[in-house]
């Protein structure tokens, strides 16, 4: 006897009688009870997916800043010091010693000098001159070279690596877009100047008090690095304003990493001081152009000068921040990271 298949209805059953009945369908109550679990779920489980997703973030941002170390070292194998000054101007609202002047040394900034060993060998050689000449003007070859993201330089917390626009004076010598980067260079222990914050319409200004791995004037070699690399900040996150990260007009990002040394605030961009303790990325940051800081909510990645990569925390005592942002204080530091 041939099998058949027989199909049963779908939308209808019998009852005891015989009789046949639809199925009961959901009601419009039931339906909102079932979308209003699924938001739930979909609320409970969005923090935990961006946790981690903001875990991977800080893991690539602290791979990067070992590149950017790693290529500071192979710097200073090749010239026997460390990437740094490269004729800029004393920065402004930062009270220098006063027997420090600048000197004719480099050229570039050492972001180009470092890039030389970040697979960017091409590009650092292209921008490199642009820092100190004084006859640079938009060409559509400026423009191409100092809008060319470099996306180790960036965190990827924080903003894509991409052009972003320039303000005067910069934008009369590069066009109107820029590349950034998110990190700065150690440029030692600071304080608060008092004296700067006797008028009320003056802006905060620091003074330092010792030399960090960046020095106007000279760079630094590791045997004048006498607090030790292990215990000494090369590299880390700089502060940033929250309204400013793609407007190209934060008073510490305004230079593109090609840099301009005819400009007082060109080194804002990629040289930090410890003067504060660093903080988070906040909106109307007032030393945001002085500070290290970092959007991370654990806290901020820092290169020190042996090549390791650190994650500080916020609430890392200033006296702490500012003996390891020296190199030759002779502190004693302890170990609480």
Same mark, same amino acid.
């Given at each position: 006897m041939p099998l058949r298949a027989t199909l049963m209805p779908t939308t209808q059953q019998s009852n005891s009688n015989g009789k046949v009945q639809p199925h009961a369908a959901f009601t419009l109550v039931e339906l909102l009870v079932v979308i209003a679990i699924i938001g739930i779920l979909v609320g409970l489980l969005l923090p935990a997916v961006q946790a981690v997703r903001e875990s991977a973030r800080t893991v690539q941002c602290r791979n990067r800043l070992k590149?950017?170390?790693?290529?500071?070292?192979n710097y200073e194998s090749a010239f026997k010091e460390l990437p740094g000054y490269g004729?800029? +101007? $004393? =920065?402004y609202l930062i009270t220098q010693y006063a027997d420090r002047q600048p000197s004719r040394l480099g050229g =570039? @900034?050492?972001?180009?000098q470092a890039m030389l060993y970040l697979e960017?060998?091409? &590009?650092?050689?292209?921008?490199?001159p642009l820092a100190r000449s004084a006859g640079v003007t938009p060409s559509d070859r400026i423009r191409k070279l100092v809008s060319a993201p470099?996306?180790?330089l960036n965190c990827p917390s924080r903003r894509d690596a991409a052009a972003y626009p320039l303000t005067e004076p910069f934008s009369n010598r590069y066009g109107g877009l820029g590349a950034r980067t998110d990190y700065a260079m150690n440029g030692g222990p600071a304080e608060i100047d008092a004296t700067s914050l006797e008028n009320p319409d003056?802006? $905060? #200004?620091?003074? &330092? @008090?010792?030399? =960090?791995?960046?020095? &106007?004037? +000279?760079r @630094?070699?590791?045997n004048r690095i006498f607090d030790g690399l292990t215990q000494t900040y090369m590299v880390g996150e700089k502060a940033m304003d929250l309204n400013k990260l793609e407007t190209g007009d934060g008073f510490g990002d305004r230079s593109p990493i090609a840099g301009y040394h005819g400009s007082q605030i060109s080194s804002h961009s990629y040289v930090r001081y410890a003067a504060r303790s660093p903080q988070m990325d906040s909106v109307d940051n007032c030393l945001e152009c002085h500070d290290f800081g970092s959007t991370?909510? #654990? =806290?901020?990645?820092?290169?020190?000068a042996d090549g390791r990569v650190a994650t500080m925390n916020y609430s890392l005592d200033l006296l702490i921040h500012r003996a390891h942002a020296s190199i030759d204080g002779r502190e004693i530091i302890p170990y609480r990271h």
């Open positions: 590149q950017i170390a790693l290529a500071c070292h004729g800029e +101007r $004393p =920065g =570039g @900034t050492w972001i180009s960017q060998a091409s &590009l650092a050689s292209a921008i490199h470099v996306q180790t003056d802006k $905060p #200004a620091i003074k &330092l @008090t010792g030399d =960090g791995i960046w020095v &106007l004037g +000279r @630094t070699k590791f991370h909510p #654990a =806290g901020w990645n820092v290169a020190f």
